[in-house]
């Protein structure tokens, strides 16, 4: 996969080339990047870029000219690498929330993209209107520019490529199935007081997969309750899985271990793990 960027700050992008996952990945020949700088396209003395905007108004906004350039030879560049279909996508607060299922999509549909990172107060419409695919946005906040966005957006894209990650790995992160991903725990197995649940201590593979299932459920419905609603229409909850909300819903489900509680042997977990776990579900 490849990834062309427009910006007027392409160092920014190096840390994806240079640490972590996204290294690894470019290294292994797993994914691209090129980027182009709109200054490049101008045709005046001082390289301008933005000019007043019309109507009046604070900031500055972007030429589309140079812009429309920028994207013409990323495309042609990527036409030249081989890849036959291109997707210009533009990061903007005004644009449609990026989710893991757009990045799956991204990540299997073959295509080259390029991403338009805008400054100042914004990018002239007519560019928009007439090289975007589309609008993305990050969340709802304002950042001082796209570059913040689209490091994000090839960070979770490149992570879906095949290779990137064990498989296992993907598949189990938040979001993959709809919901927040369940806790995670490591050693030591008391740490200032906070004992590991027991029920992760007890080798009991089942009930582990059990109680992360409702740690998800009831993370879920904590935090983000629209993805609970989300994944009851698209039929994603079985009727254990609504069991489980009820007895959150109730105050039946369990907190986190108290302070100062001791972690109970693997062998005593495997002895208690019936009767410790029995419908309970223990959050952080």
């Known amino acids: 996969m490849r990834f062309d960027v427009i910006t007027l700050f392409a160092p ?4 994806l080339t240079a640490h972590g996952i996204t290294r690894r990945a470019f290294e292994a020949g797993l994914w691209q990047l090129a980027t182009w700088n709109p200054r490049d396209f101008t045709h005046d003395n001082h390289r301008t870029v933005d000019d007043r905007p019309f109507g009046g108004g604070p900031g500055m906004v972007m030429l589309a000219e140079p812009l429309a350039d ?9 036409r030249a690498a081989g890849i036959a279909a291109t997707r210009v996508i533009a990061l903007s607060a005004s644009g449609v929330p990026l989710t893991d299922a757009r990045v799956r999509a991204l990540a299997a549909s073959g295509e080259g993209v390029v991403l338009v990172c805008g400054r100042y107060e914004g990018i002239d419409q007519r560019f928009l209107d007439a090289y975007v695919d589309e609008e993305v946005s990050v969340g709802d906040f304002v ?6 966005a689209a490091l994000a957006l090839i960070d979770a894209v490149v992570r879906q490529l095949p290779g990137a ?3 296992a790995s993907a598949d189990d992160e938040s979001f993959a199935h709809g919901l927040l991903d369940a806790p995670h725990y490591t050693r030591p ?3 200032r007081g906070r004992a590991v649940p027991a029920v992760l201590l007890s080798g009991h593979h089942a009930q582990i997969a059990q109680w992360r299932r409702a740690q998800s459920l009831v993370r879920t419905a904590r935090l983000r309750p629209a993805l609970i609603e ?5 039929g994603l909850l079985s009727a254990k899985d609504e069991q489980v909300l ?3 819903a109730q105050g039946a489900v369990g907190r986190a271990p108290a302070a100062n509680a001791r972690a109970p042997s693997s062998e005593a977990a495997n002895k208690a ?6 419908g309970r579900v223990t959050m952080v």
């Open 273 to 278: 793990d019936a009767s410790a776990y029995n």
């Open 12 to 15: 920014m992008f190096e840390a």
């Open 189 to 191: 197995e008391v740490w």
């Open 143 to 148: 950042l001082s520019g796209g570059e913040i």
């Open 165 to 167: 990650l064990k498989e």
């Open 70 to 78: 920028a994207v013409d030879a990323a495309r042609a560049a990527q």
């Open 230 to 234: 989300r994944a009851r229409q698209l």
């Open 246 to 248: 009820r007895s959150d």
